[in-house]
Nanobody, 120 residues
Framework: VQLVESGGGSAQAGGSLRLSCAAS????????LSWFRQAPGKGREAVAE???????SYADSVKGRVTSSKGNAKNTLSLQMNNLKPEDTATYLC???????????????WGQGTQVTVSS
């Protein structure tokens, strides 16, 4: 499966961006899609992680500002980010774990990422 992220760019602090992720190449299967990010010199962080029961957990740093939503098309996901902060600057990556019998498998496929840069 291939994952393609889009929607990144530059924004001022307090602004908004909407990221999108689409999985292709293996559309017969269902995937649990999540968002991660990685800032320069830092480790990868789960921003909005989808769990087997369909719930989404958000990083404390983005709670109340970020919403992850399934798209209308199968295996698509969006990330609405509001009230952006400079510390949100990172490469945002979409990750897909195969959904099998209602459970999200831990092995993930990764997209190339889309850059988000927030200036103060």
């Amino acid at each position: 499966v291939q994952l393609v992220e889009s929607g990144g760019g530059s924004a001022q602090a307090g602004g908004s961006l909407r990221l999108s992720c689409a999985a292709s190449g293996d559309t017969g299967r269902t995937y649990c899609l999540s968002w991660f990010r990685q800032a320069p010199g830092k480790g990868r962080e789960a921003v909005a992680e989808t769990h087997s029961n369909g719930s989404i957990s958000y990083a404390d740093s983005v709670k109340g500002r970020v919403t992850s939503s399934k798209g209308n098309a199968k295996n698509t996901l969006s990330l609405q980010m509001n009230n952006l902060k400079p510390e949100d600057t990172a490469t945002y990556l979409c990750a897909a774990g195969l959904s099998v019998l209602g459970s999200c498998l831990p092995d993930r496929y990764w997209g190339q990422g889309t850059q988000v840069t927030v200036s103060s």
